[in-house]
Each structure stands twice: as C-alpha cells, then as structure tokens.
C-alpha cells in the first residue's frame, strides 16, 4: 500500500516451478485475492495473466474521485450577441 499511496505503480508475479505449472488457477486466485484486498487503494492495470513460468498483474493508485478544479468565486461568465 505504501508504494501505491506515494503514486508508483506495483508488479505483483508468481512463479511456477515444475508441477506448480500445471494448476494456475491458483496462482490467479492468490492475485485476484491480491486485488480485491487492495481494491480501495489501487485497481488493477492488467487482469493476472500467464507468460510462460510467470503470472503477474500491475496495480496503480486509485483515482481520487472528485478531482475537478473549482471555479474560483469572482469568475463570471461572459458571453458576447452577434
């Protein structure tokens, strides 16, 4: 969470030796775990997914909701009749 908060992005991998290679679905349930864990922090850039003996997925900050400048108070509007 630390990295996320300060704005990094974060690689989470798994690595399969021998066997392990033939059941990823539990390395895809320990990083869909991972997301969900971190879910009100971070999302997921990338869904978890295979690259020969590894299984990794990005997590990036959340975007802050509401982040839109405010008008400031003594702005006015001004519009021109042609």
Do not use: C, S, Y
Request: glycine letters at 10%.
């Amino acid at each position: 969470e630390r990295f996320l908060e300060d704005g990094d992005k974060v690689k989470a991998t798994i690595f399969f030796r021998g066997r392990e290679m033939a059941h990823p679905e539990i390395g895809r349930r320990i990083l869909e775990r991972l997301v969900d864990e971190l879910r009100d922090v971070a999302i997921a850039e990338t869904m978890p997914r295979m690259e020969g003996n590894q299984m990794h997925t990005i997590l990036t900050r959340r975007p802050q909701t509401g982040g839109g400048k405010a008008k400031p108070a003594g702005a006015k509007q001004v519009t021109t009749a042609t």
